[in-house]
């Protein structure tokens, strides 16, 4: 599962990063608040490229709301958890799978929290994908979904998957893991001519060849149930 995300990076290191990924720009530059930490069951906004507009980059309520439920989204949410769809059963979900067909995303991080159980204690781990110029955190896109609340308001969800070894020993309990693609597989995902035998092939393969790192941070991190942007949150516990 992935229920809490971080995007660091300020706009124009966005930007600037994507022209070497899958170049987009920001639909509003003003309406973008960079985040420490978001937990989903707050349903803020994540920001994402769709299919119908891979040049820009558009803010997400966080949750996948299905059309059968756009008359009250609220009532939805309080019964249903879409903020991570399961690669396995994409398809087969009827929350997820027109969108799975028709209405792919990617969503940008820079790092996310996975919990990891140690002596009976549930300890948040910040996971993060370091680079020469980013050593901690460089930006990345998980592969999602998204669909239309309306014309304005868009929801997404993060597709998890079975963990690879090193998030087996991060997420040691459930052992999953979100699927961030790696960067030649980017516009394979926004492709609306890929069926569903070439996504699932996809989605098994298609993960980041990029190593992640984790550290542990504050169990605070547990009692924070709306965004924010301090940063202490991510720095490293002893």
């Known amino acids: 599962m992935c229920y809490s995300t971080a995007l660091r990076k300020k706009r124009e290191e966005i930007e600037q990063r994507l022209l070497s990924m899958i170049p987009a720009n920001f639909e509003i530059p003003d309406e973008y608040k960079q985040y420490f930490h978001l937990n989903g069951f707050s ?28 008359n009250d989204p609220a009532a939805f949410y309080k019964k249903s958890n879409t903020l991570n769809a399961k690669s396995e059963t994409l398809f087969e979900r009827n929350s997820y799978k027109k969108s799975a067909q028709h209405k792919r995303c990617l969503i940008l991080a820079d790092g996310f929290f996975e919990p990891h159980h140690e002596n009976g204690i549930v300890v948040p781990n910040f996971c993060y994908q370091p680079s020469e110029a ?3 955190g460089d930006l990345f896109l998980f592969a999602g979904l998204y669909n239309e609340i309306d014309a304005q308001t868009n929801t997404a969800t993060i597709i998890t998957m079975p963990a690879n070894a090193f998030f087996t020993e991060v997420h040691n309990k459930q052992k999953r893991m979100p699927l961030v693609l790696d960067e030649t597989n980017l516009e394979d995902w926004l492709d609306e001519g890929m069926n569903a035998p070439s996504l699932n092939e996809l989605m098994a393969e298609g993960f980041t060849t990029k190593p992640f790192k984790a550290y542990p941070v504050s169990r605070d991190l547990y009692k924070k149930n709306v ?5 202490y949150i991510v720095e490293r516990t002893a």
């Open 43 to 70: 349903h803020g906004n994540l920001y994402i490229i769709t299919m119908e507009s891979p040049s820009l980059i558009t803010p997400a309520q966080w949750g996948l709301v299905p059309d059968w439920a756009n």
């Open 134 to 136: 980013y050593p901690e």
């Open 227 to 231: 965004e924010t942007d301090l940063p």
